[in-house]
């Protein structure tokens, strides 16, 4: 029997085609997020194999070793420090993508300290003013990112979950929770560039999410709209209801 005035409605149990939806936009989102954070690290692999094979010297190769992690590093901090309040909004889990970005952070945060000493090794005056580490101490910029890397580290050897189970749940978060300290130390190595990119536009942001009131509001934001997409049925619109 057809009906031309009164909309049908579908069961819940089919708004799952949504959801998967919604799913495959999450991934493509992860994806093309990877994808940028890639570019950095794929840009330092040429600077070496270039210098390797003698195409540039080793002055050129920390130049662009340098200029290609500084920012991304930061830039793929704050994204990862975004994750969880994105998790709030939209109640999906950000989980991998965040263990990604970390991954990459650690790495091109390493590739700058060695790049580094590499370029100040080759200071001959450097030793007499000190030293490197002296240099660091003089220098708030040089420190605030040191000790970004240095606390850091520990969160990258820990996480995995065989960290998570050997330190219990408990110790993982209260460790994990330098994450707020790598995140302060960052803005204040990033604040000290004359520059104020996209990077520390997302780490503000994402102290903001963290605010108290705003964490609550995004949480609630979030449960409501996947309660929504779970639960809310589809409408067909009056021309289909007329063909069912």
């Known amino acids: 029997m057809t009906s031309t005035n009164r909309p049908e409605t579908i069961p819940a149990a089919t708004s799952s085609s949504s959801r998967a939806l919604l799913r495959r936009r999450s991934?493509?989102?992860?994806?093309?997020?990877?994808?940028?954070?890639?570019v950095a690290p794929a840009v330092i692999a040429v600077a070496a194999l270039a210098r390797l094979t003698g195409q540039i010297t080793t002055d050129e190769m920390v130049e662009l070793a340098?200029?290609?992690?500084?920012?991304?590093?930061?830039?793929?901090?704050?994204?990862?420090?975004?994750?969880?309040?994105?998790?709030?909004?939209?109640?999906?889990?950000?989980v991998r993508i965040r263990k990604f970005l970390a991954v990459v952070f650690y790495g091109l945060a390493v590739n700058n300290f060695v790049m580094f000493i590499i370029e100040r090794g080759q200071d001959a005056d450097l030793q007499e003013q000190?030293?490197?580490?002296?240099?660091?101490?003089?220098?708030?910029?040089?420190?605030?990112?040191?000790?970004?890397?240095?606390?850091?580290?520990?969160?990258?050897?820990?996480?995995?979950?065989?960290?998570?189970?050997?330190?219990?749940?408990?110790?993982?978060?209260?460790?994990?929770?330098?994450?707020?300290?790598?995140?302060?130390?960052?803005?204040?190595?990033?604040?000290?560039?004359?520059?104020?990119?996209?990077?520390?536009?997302?780490?503000?942001?994402?102290?903001?999410?963290?605010?108290?009131?705003?964490?609550?509001?995004?949480?609630a934001r979030g449960k409501k709209r996947k309660e929504t997409s779970e639960h809310e049925p589809e409408q067909l619109s009056p021309a289909m209801a007329g063909v069912v």
């Open 27 to 38: 991934s493509w989102l992860q994806l093309a997020v990877g994808g940028l954070t890639l």
């Open 66 to 94: 340098l200029g290609a992690g500084e920012n991304p590093g930061t830039f793929t901090f704050a994204a990862m420090f975004l994750a969880s309040p994105i998790q709030w909004l939209t109640g999906r889990s950000q």
């Open 130 to 219: 000190g030293g490197l580490l002296s240099e660091i101490a003089r220098s708030p910029f040089l420190l605030a990112g040191s000790v970004a890397l240095l606390l850091a580290t520990p969160l990258f050897l820990t996480s995995s979950r065989w960290s998570q189970r050997t330190l219990g749940m408990r110790k993982w978060r209260l460790l994990h929770r330098l994450t707020y300290v790598v995140a302060v130390a960052l803005a204040l190595h990033v604040l000290l560039i004359p520059d104020i990119g996209p990077d520390t536009i997302l780490l503000a942001m994402g102290f903001i999410a963290r605010i108290p009131a705003v964490r609550v509001r995004l949480v």
